[in-house]
């Protein structure tokens, strides 16, 4: 029956590495929440192609950096949840939402550094936290890191310090929620074609060829190459598996 399908709830799901991973989900057999913050005619475009694969969507928006805000959404997900799929959970939760904020240490404000803060942590700790009551037991949790907190690359000591705090916490909370079932996850993507890294290559022409000479595999990464290592993580294949930092960067400053 239909309403068996396992649902996905992913933040920032209306473009970029979002979008694949709902893609990628749907493939699977997941059902999907396609949570976004502003881009609804995207997402409800995320909506459709999800059920032309024959599964259902729903696209609800959230600003993942007001936790003043989580409650709201959680009475309407509520909603959303009986009408749809007569539940009161869903399975997985995709941490996927960010912003860019390049900067050199030195240059970095306070206000750049709380946006980042509240969306890259301070949202992904309180939406989980707020999520725990709705995710089924033996459901999981993807949060996303980047190669960033690995290796340094100038410019992003605030982004990647956010990313780092992500991996220490995946950890706790792979702890605390594993007598659920639940297992916590990091995927960390390196370079990647989206919008978040258009302004990066369009600045700096030779980019590409670097990022390519500098990768074991020879080439700048697609959504594609992340999108599915999501969505294995939200399979019985992938069930023995909990805090654990999956690396997808095509091997980058090996």
Avoid at 149 to 161: E, Q
């Amino acid at each position: 029956m239909e309403s068996q399908n396992k649902i996905a709830l992913v933040t920032g799901a209306s473009r970029g590495l979002g979008k694949n991973m709902v893609l990628n989900l749907a493939k699977k057999g997941i059902d999907i929440i396609a949570v976004y913050n502003s881009n609804e005619n995207e997402a409800n475009e995320v909506v459709k192609e999800v059920e032309a694969l024959g599964l259902k969507a729903v696209a609800l928006q959230l600003n993942v950096a007001d936790t003043k805000t989580f409650d709201g959404f959680f009475e309407r997900l509520s909603v959303v949840l009986d009408q749809n799929w007569q539940r009161k959970n869903f399975d997985f939760l995709i941490n996927n939402a960010g912003i860019d904020r390049y900067s050199a240490f030195k240059d970095t404000t306070e206000e750049s550094f709380d946006e980042l803060m509240n969306v890259h942590f301070k949202g992904v700790y309180f939406l989980t936290q707020k999520s725990i009551p709705f995710i089924a037991d033996n459901g999981g949790i993807v949060n996303l890191s980047t190669g960033l907190a690995r290796f340094a690359t100038p410019g992003y000591a605030a982004y990647a310090s956010m990313k780092g705090a992500i991996e220490v916490l995946t950890k706790y909370l792979a702890k605390e929620l594993g007598p659920k079932g639940i297992r916590v996850n990091i995927v960390a993507p390196g370079i990647i074609h989206t919008d978040f890294t258009k302004g990066a290559f369009t600045a700096h022409p030779k980019l590409e060829d670097y990022m390519s000479s500098i990768t074991a595999l020879g080439r700048v990464g697609q959504p594609d190459d992340i999108g599915g290592i999501v969505a294995f993580l939200c399979t019985d294949d992938a069930r023995w598996i909990t805090a654990q930092r999956i690396e997808a960067s095509g091997g980058m400053f090996l």
